[in-house]
């Protein structure tokens, strides 16, 4: 509602989320702003086709065990990944809280074989100090950083690796991240917000 006077200012808004174009149309109807149906748009979020399943047989399959061994995760039969900005409505912080939780529920061998990988800047003036975030919240669970961009060919074998991808972020446009996972067969764990719904 804050915003619809800039929608009523503009002459097309095209929403890359349901949410959003739900909204858009709602917002204008409720302000009793004279918007034809062709004004408001849903235009899906376009993503790349380099984001695939790597099965056994196939070139890169070797590349993603070499991955594993390259993080040192070659012990773990359980990675949940974080592919996100370290800002704060990603809420990476709360990431590594949910992660504790879960392996609390777990014997000490079996959060022993478990890890989380963060794909992000450990340290963001936009976000926070996620080692020390890990270090406090949960020092005996395994924390992983990947901090350097890659390919977007080595992203895939990340996806490939993980078994599952979390996005939690406060509110969500699209989420890239978690429709890439998607894409490479790996299943997500969202929350109910933005384009994260869409791809549910």
């Known amino acids: 509602m804050w915003n619809a006077p800039f929608y009523g200012s503009c002459?097309?808004?095209?929403?890359?989320?349901k949410q959003t174009y739900g909204i858009n149309k709602r917002v204008l109807k409720k302000f009793g702003m004279d918007y034809k149906d062709w004004q408001i748009q849903y235009v899906p979020h376009g993503v790349s086709d380099k984001f695939k399943p790597i099965l056994k047989g196939f070139?890169?399959?070797?590349?993603?065990g070499e991955?594993?061994?390259?993080?040192?995760?070659?012990?773990?039969d359980?990675?949940?990944?974080?592919?996100?900005?370290?800002?704060?409505?990603?809420?990476p912080g709360d990431i590594i809280l949910a992660y504790k939780t879960f392996c609390d529920t777990l014997t000490k061998e079996e959060a022993d074989k478990c890890c989380l990988l963060m794909h992000t800047a450990p340290v963001d003036d936009n976000g926070t100090d996620l080692p020390v975030v890990a270090k406090t919240l949960c020092p005996e669970y395994k924390v992983y950083?990947?901090?350097n961009k890659i390919e977007p060919k080595q992203l895939n074998h990340l996806y490939n690796m993980a078994d599952v991808t979390i996005n939690m972020a406060s509110n969500e446009g699209f989420?890239?991240?978690t429709c890439e996972s998607l894409m490479?067969?790996?299943?997500?764990?969202?929350?109910v917000t933005g384009g994260l719904q869409d791809q549910c």
């Open 11 to 17: 002459d097309l808004i095209m929403g890359i989320s």
């Open 59 to 64: 070139d890169d399959y070797s590349k993603v």
């Open 67 to 76: 991955m594993r061994t390259r993080l040192g995760l070659d012990d773990k």
């Open 78 to 91: 359980f990675t949940l990944f974080y592919n996100n900005r370290n800002i704060r409505r990603k809420n």
């Open 145 to 147: 950083f990947s901090a």
């Open 175 to 177: 989420g890239l991240g």
């Open 184 to 191: 490479a067969g790996t299943p997500i764990i969202v929350n």
